[in-house]
């Protein structure tokens, strides 16, 4: 089984910021192969499918970012899901908003729920689709940065970045990953 997860923050107050982008890319695969995320299990909301002849789960940890790895490692623990059959989508902060980079390893960068998991699932080495937020310019500090809304004039790249990495996580299931970030690293 291929286990997508799409990092942010449950509840309203957080549904379209800068922060839950990893879960834009799960609706938006979930909308694309008719999943359902209504199992609440694990601690966050959680569907499976075939697709491709593959079977997929998808997976918005309701845990808080900080605390992803609680939902992320059970889950993978209980389906006997392997590491590298995990692909974990969140906002980078590096990026400017719209690019999309992936990459098989890495350090969090500070990205408090990529320390979760490194730290439940006991290793950097998972794959990532990283998607950029950029980073506050008027002197806004991070933490509130990271959960406002994107401006009108982003809100198209990023639609377009959701759109791409949704379109990597799928070409995911049929070809090596190291193939998907030639084909979508920017």
Not at 23 to 48: C, M, N, P, Q, Y
Not at 109 to 129: A, C, D, P
Request: hydrophobic letters at 40%; charged letters at 25%.
């Amino acid at each position: 089984m291929k286990l997508f997860v799409g990092l942010g923050n449950p509840g309203k107050e957080y549904e379209q910021t800068r922060h839950n982008i990893g879960f834009f890319v799960i609706d938006e695969l979930a909308k694309r192969w008719g999943v359902s995320l209504t199992a609440a299990k694990f601690r966050g909301l959680f569907g499976t499918a075939v697709v491709n002849g593959k079977k997929v789960a998808l997976c918005k940890p309701l845990t808080y970012m900080n605390l992803s790895g609680e939902c992320v490692r059970p889950l993978m623990d209980y389906y006997g899901i392997a590491l590298d059959d995990v692909i974990v989508i969140y906002d980078d902060l590096d990026l400017p908003p719209g690019k999309i980079r992936l990459r098989l390893k890495g350090s969090s960068g500070g990205h408090n729920g990529v320390k979760s998991l490194i730290r439940h699932l006991g290793t950097e080495q998972f794959k990532r689709i990283r998607i950029g937020i950029g980073r506050p310019t008027n002197g806004q500090p991070v933490a509130d940065y990271v959960l406002s809304r994107f401006t009108d004039e982003e809100q198209g790249a990023v639609e377009t970045a959701v759109l791409r990495a949704a379109d990597a996580c799928e070409q995911a299931l049929s070809v090596p990953f190291a193939q998907v970030m030639n084909d979508f690293n920017e």
